[in-house]
């Protein structure tokens, strides 16, 4: 019997989680990527929940741990960089439960990457251009000419994915703007003042950023900033932006700015994206691509590991139904994603508080972290880890 073929369109974490579960239930995955090359860094990520266990299934978790960010404090800081208010790394450890990690996005895909190399294909600097389908198979044409029939077209390309523009229509159809920008980026040392291994953060009316110490060597930042209009924004380029994002006597903002490429800044939209189905005949959508929850939900790159975990499976229990196998997919994932898109509508306010009594109301019980039975509510509330 020949094995299935998937097409596998995006390299980030939903694509490699995809192409690693397929090619363990005997599939042949062909991933495509826009990308030149590998990207690498990113921004730091809380991996836990659902994701958690698939990676544990997979056999991930040992090569995840090695490279987790261990033993850090989350320090809070005043706009002129005076301190607010710590909490310890023995509180962050139990706000993150049990199983969860925080992570540099790139290591993660470092990890499915070494996982799936020798058992995927991988194109580099290559896109779907079209796709149609028929009963026996999916065509997907590509950016470098070619031609390629699957059974399955996994579109796991992100917040503004070609396949579902080329499968279910315009972006505009499916994205819900949260009202903010995020700009996240990874930095070659610590700025002036900022604490070593601490995820420290400042954060005023309307705004927010972040600078995490991930250890050797490595620091990311990211921030994000309530915007009315996020196109407007995202217009006016990652550097003029966040210096009128961030105006005045802002501690570290200069220095930030001063050394920032504008080219290697993630600088996008804080937009979920909402859709009815996410598989239309032999394709489906994956990650954010499909659902996209946003940082707001810190859970993004947990469903991305653990969607491509369950579309495995169901693939699995139904080898001769595509459509039983994918329909028992959305089934299952569903309640998760509306969930967790629920969640991170609700923490909007936690990042960019919109007024000074919502800037309050997120210190308190942030404050508190450190007594016991806040220190597990505060833990649902940021969605930290899978209750
Ligand atoms: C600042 C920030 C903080 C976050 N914090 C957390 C957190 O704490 N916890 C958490 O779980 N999640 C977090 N997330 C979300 C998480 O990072 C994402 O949900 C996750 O990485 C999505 O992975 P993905 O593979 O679906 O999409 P992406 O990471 O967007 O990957 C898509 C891939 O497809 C490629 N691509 C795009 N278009 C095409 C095309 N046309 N053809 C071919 N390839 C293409 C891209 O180059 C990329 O490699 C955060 C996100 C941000 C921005």
Same mark, same amino acid.
Request: charged fraction near 25%.
């Given at each position: 019997?020949?094995a299935?073929?998937?097409?596998?369109?995006?390299a980030?974490?939903?694509?490699?989680?995809? #192409?690693?579960?397929?090619?363990?239930?005997?599939?042949?995955?062909?991933?495509v990527?826009?990308?030149?090359?590998?990207?690498?860094?990113?921004?730091a990520?809380?991996?836990?929940?659902?994701?958690?266990?698939?990676?544990?299934?997979?056999?991930?978790?040992?090569?995840l741990?090695?490279?987790?960010?261990?033993?850090f404090?989350?320090?809070?800081?005043? #706009?002129?960089?005076?301190?607010?208010?710590?909490?310890?790394?023995?509180?962050?450890?139990?706000?993150?439960?049990?199983?969860?990690?925080?992570?540099?996005?790139?290591?993660i895909?470092?990890?499915?990457y070494?996982?799936?190399?020798?058992?995927?294909?991988?194109?580099?600097g290559?896109?779907?251009?079209?796709?149609a389908?028929?009963?026996?198979g999916?065509?997907?044409?590509l950016?470098?000419?070619?031609?390629?029939? #699957?059974?399955?077209?996994?579109?796991?390309?992100?917040?503004h994915?070609?396949?579902?523009?080329?499968?279910?229509?315009?972006?505009?159809?499916?994205?819900r703007?949260?009202?903010?920008?995020?700009?996240?980026?990874?930095l070659?040392?610590?700025?002036?003042?900022?604490?070593?291994?601490?995820?420290?953060?400042?954060?005023?009316?309307?705004?927010?950023?972040?600078?995490a110490?991930?250890?050797?060597?490595?620091?990311?930042a990211?921030?994000?900033?309530?915007?009315?209009?996020?196109d407007?924004?995202?217009?006016?380029?990652?550097?003029r932006?966040l210096?009128?994002?961030?105006?005045?006597?802002?501690?570290?903002?200069?220095?930030?700015?001063?050394?920032?490429?504008e080219?290697?800044?993630?600088?996008d939209?804080?937009?979920?994206?909402?859709?009815?189905r996410?598989?239309?005949?032999?394709?489906a959508?994956?990650?954010d691509?499909?659902?996209?929850?946003?940082?707001?939900?810190?859970?993004?790159?947990?469903?991305?590991?653990?969607?491509?975990?369950?579309l495995?499976?169901?693939?699995?229990r139904?080898?001769?139904?595509?459509?039983?196998?994918?329909?028992?997919w959305?089934?299952?994932?569903?309640?998760?994603?509306?969930?967790?898109?629920r969640?991170?509508?609700?923490?909007t306010?936690?990042?960019?508080?919109?007024?000074?009594l919502?800037?309050?109301?997120?210190?308190?019980?942030?404050?508190?972290?450190t007594?016991?039975?806040?220190?597990?509510?505060?833990?649902r509330?940021?969605?930290l880890?899978n209750?």
């Open positions: 019997m020949t299935k073929r998937a097409i596998i369109v995006g980030g974490i939903a694509g490699l989680a995809a #192409a690693l579960r397929l090619s363990r239930i005997g599939w042949e995955p062909l991933v990527e826009r990308a030149p090359s590998r990207r690498e860094g990113g921004y990520v809380v991996f836990s929940g659902l994701g958690h266990a698939a990676a544990e299934r997979m056999g991930l978790l040992p090569a741990r090695e490279r987790q960010v261990d033993a404090d989350l320090a809070y800081l005043r #706009a002129d960089g005076r301190p607010r208010f710590k909490i310890p790394h023995t509180t962050v450890r139990r706000l993150l439960g049990d199983g969860g990690m925080a992570l540099l996005r790139g290591d895909e470092d990890v499915l070494e996982a799936v190399a020798d058992h995927a294909h991988i194109r580099f290559t896109t779907a251009t079209a796709v389908q028929d009963d026996e999916v065509d997907v044409t950016s470098d000419g070619s031609t390629e029939r #699957a059974d399955l077209l996994v579109g796991a390309d992100g917040l994915s070609t396949v579902r523009e080329l499968v279910f229509g315009p972006e505009e159809r499916h994205r703007d949260l009202g903010h920008v995020v700009a996240a980026l990874t070659d040392e610590l700025p002036d003042g900022a604490p070593e291994r601490a995820f420290t953060t400042v954060t005023a009316v309307g705004r927010t950023f972040t600078i110490d991930l250890g050797r060597g490595r620091v990311a990211f921030f994000t900033y309530s915007a009315e209009d996020p407007a924004e995202l217009a006016k380029g990652p550097r932006a210096q009128q994002a961030y105006p005045g006597q802002h501690w570290a903002i200069p220095q930030l700015l001063a050394g920032l490429r080219e290697a800044v993630y600088f939209s804080v937009s979920q994206i909402v859709m009815d996410w598989s239309r005949g032999r394709v959508l994956l990650g691509a499909a659902w996209c929850v946003t940082l707001f939900a810190g859970y993004g790159s947990s469903l991305a590991v653990g969607g491509a975990d369950l495995g499976t169901e693939l699995e139904h080898p001769a139904d595509l459509p039983a196998a994918l329909r028992a959305e089934d299952a994932l569903r309640p998760e994603v509306l969930e967790r898109q969640k991170g509508r609700a923490n306010g936690v990042h960019a508080p919109r007024n000074r919502e800037l309050a109301m997120r210190d308190l019980p942030l404050r508190l972290a007594v016991p039975p806040v220190t597990h509510l505060l833990s509330h940021l969605s880890h209750q």
